[in-house]
């Protein structure tokens, strides 16, 4: 089993910077894939970013390409978001995934299988 633990969210005026971290435990292995959604109310989760193992390969949604970077540690089992410029529709919980096939990396939440309980974020005007 592998559990993810989100932390690092809180409340920042918008144009201010955020970095969230998602630490891993349990079965964890450097060879998948990191990945981060975002929930806001009413609303379905979306794509934020995703990594490779080694963090040579990076994807990101367009509404935050250019503000927001996803990078990992793989000798502390941790991933963490990067989150600048920070607008009022960034407001939503965030949440870390991990895949569980070795060497994809993908987009989307429903291939990955382990998830972590989230972590709120909220920009204020």
């Known amino acids: 089993q592998v559990q993810l633990v989100e932390s690092g969210g809180g409340l920042v005026q918008a144009g201010g910077s955020l970095k969230l971290s998602c630490a891993a435990s349990?079965?964890?292995?450097?060879?998948?894939?990191m990945g981060w959604f975002r929930q806001a109310p009413g609303k379905e989760r979306e794509f934020v970013a995703a990594?490779?193992?080694?963090?040579?390969?990076?994807y990101y949604a367009d509404s935050v390409k250019g503000r927001f970077t996803i990078s990992r540690d793989n000798a502390k089992n941790t991933v963490y978001l990067q989150m600048n410029s920070l607008k009022l529709e960034d407001t939503a919980i965030y949440y870390c995934?991990?895949?569980?096939?070795?060497?994809?990396?993908?987009?989307?939440?429903?291939?990955?299988?382990?998830w972590g309980q989230g972590t709120q974020v909220t920009v204020s005007s």
């Open positions: 995934a991990k895949d569980h096939i070795n060497g994809r990396i993908t987009v989307m939440p429903a291939l990955y299988v382990y």
């Open positions: 990594i490779n193992w080694s963090g040579t390969t990076t």
């Open positions: 349990g079965r964890t292995g450097s060879t998948y894939s």
